[in-house]
């Protein structure tokens, strides 16, 4: 063999075991965030300080969905709801266009559409839940027609609006679902919403509106409760708790309940039906070694560390905190997320405890708005503001519907707005 062979040869071989190396380098990361919604941002932006990150999800468009009851009620539109995902996903990261199909983490790596392995030193799940109208019988068939509409997922609050501008009498039907949900007070928002757009368009007294939850009262929390208890009765909106919507029959507009005391099977006519749709975990990590019993991600609550795995860490409505699942919990997640991360990373213990806390901005028409804050651990109120928050007020409002987008957009996505505790210490004089 000639020595311009031999040396055609050798670099050959280098350049192959250069792509090797390359392509290995390409597939691992000091962090992965699966997922790049509100909580996978907000991680991806601060961990971007400490190393490189992959964030992993396929959407190209963000969306801020607390804004969707506001579109529903043709206050505010879908378009004012997203962003491109390009905008939100920050620009030293990598954005890997792709689902996480398995996450492995005894062996730190994850398995993303087209069959590629990406492994890590930290995982950061931040997947969010799956919203799941084909649990209700006929639910997803008639989606988006015969009066049957939602204000979750993409797009779906445009048929909300649709169907309340135009509505001239007759019966609507609101329902809260058994088991996890986005945001729960969403499904009693639109009602309250509904009876301010029926008074102005002056037809509320040819319309009967009924909240169905599955809950024994209209709200978790008492002294909500108690608050949104007399709205719904100042405004005449009919309550029936323990009642579970099991199907839909949209060609004839009814809907058939389940009472979850008795057992008794009840079916009511509508005229507009909206569903509040029953949520449950992605098979991504609750077919993984990361789930507990239920299917979430199994962290502490306080710490967001995982049981088993400590270079795992979940944050929003994938893990286990046994929480309201809001944009607010969120954002207080996020400050305890990265400060123990940081910490586990310098092999120290980890001392960011995030005590519940999320929150449910609940407008009641009138353009004013009960803006609940506390602990999903043990019920504590937890109110930012120096006022009784339980009283319908339009600063908080004004607040839902023009600043907590910017907030949401600049801040919280950015990994900047962590919540208000800091806030609230302010304005209660460093009390709790």
């Known amino acids: 063999v000639s ?35 509100t909580g996978g941002c907000a991680a991806a932006t601060n961990l971007t300080k400490h190393g490189s990150v992959a964030v992993v999800d396929p959407a190209m468009t963000h969306y801020y969905q607390p804004m969707w009851t506001l579109v529903g009620a043709g206050i505010k539109t879908t378009e004012q709801s997203s962003k491109p995902q390009s905008a939100c996903v920050p620009s030293s990261a990598t954005w890997l266009k792709a689902e996480v199909e398995h996450i492995d ?31 209700v019988k006929g639910l997803t068939e008639t989606l988006g027609k015969n009066g049957v509409c939602s204000n979750y997922g993409a797009g779906n609050a445009d048929y909300t609006w649709e169907l309340l501008s135009s509505f001239k009498g007759g019966s609507m039907l609101f329902t809260f679902p058994s088991g996890a949900i986005k945001c729960p007070g969403a499904p009693q928002k639109i009602m ?9 368009a002056g037809v509320r007294d040819k319309c009967t509106l009924t909240y ?62 909206h569903v509040g749709p029953p949520c449950a975990p992605i098979a991504a ?4 070694a990361l789930a507990d019993a239920a299917g979430w991600v199994d962290v502490n609550k306080r710490t967001l560390q995982h049981r088993s795995y400590p270079n795992v860490f979940a944050i929003g409505d994938c893990n286990s905190c046994p929480t309201s699942k809001t944009a607010a919990k969120v954002a207080a997640e996020s400050g305890v997320l990265y400060q123990n991360m940081k910490l586990e990373m310098a092999g120290k213990p980890l001392t960011g405890h995030y005590d519940g806390y999320t929150s449910c901005p609940l407008p009641v028409g009138d ?13 504590a109120i937890l109110e930012t503001f120096p006022f009784n928050q339980a009283k319908p007020r339009w600063i908080t409002y004004f607040m839902k519907k023009e600043i907590m987008p910017p907030l949401y957009w600049w801040a919280l996505i950015k990994g900047i707005w962590r919540g208000p505790a800091a806030f609230r210490k302010l304005t209660h004089l460093g009390m709790k």
């Not at 055609?8 to 699966?34: D, E, G, N, P, W």
């Not at 309250?192 to 102005?200: G, I, M, N, Q």
């Not at 803006?371 to 651990?377: C, D, R």
């Open 367 to 379: 353009e004013k708005l009960i803006l609940a804050e506390f602990s999903g651990y043990d019920g």
């Open 105 to 135: 983490p005894d062996n730190n790596a994850i398995r993303i559409s087209g069959g590629k392995k990406v492994t890590y030193d930290y995982l950061v799940v931040a997947m969010g839940m799956n919203i799941r109208f084909d649990k």
């Open 212 to 273: 169905h939850t599955t809950l024994p009262a209209i709200f978790g929390i008492p002294k909500y409760a108690a608050a949104l208890s007399a709205v719904a009765k100042e405004k005449g909106c009919q309550v029936k708790t323990k009642s579970h919507l099991i199907e839909v029959r949209g060609e004839s507009k009814e809907a058939v309940f389940e009472n979850l005391d008795s057992g008794e099977i009840s079916v009511e006519s509508f005229d507009m039906l």
């Open 285 to 288: 990590y609750a077919e993984s």
């Open 192 to 200: 309250y919403l509904a009876d301010s757009h029926l008074r102005k």
């Open 3 to 37: 020595t311009q062979s031999t040396g055609r040869m050798i670099r050959s071989k280098s350049v192959f075991q250069t792509c090797i190396l390359l392509t290995r380098q390409m597939s691992h990361y000091k962090f992965v965030v699966a997922g790049g919604g």
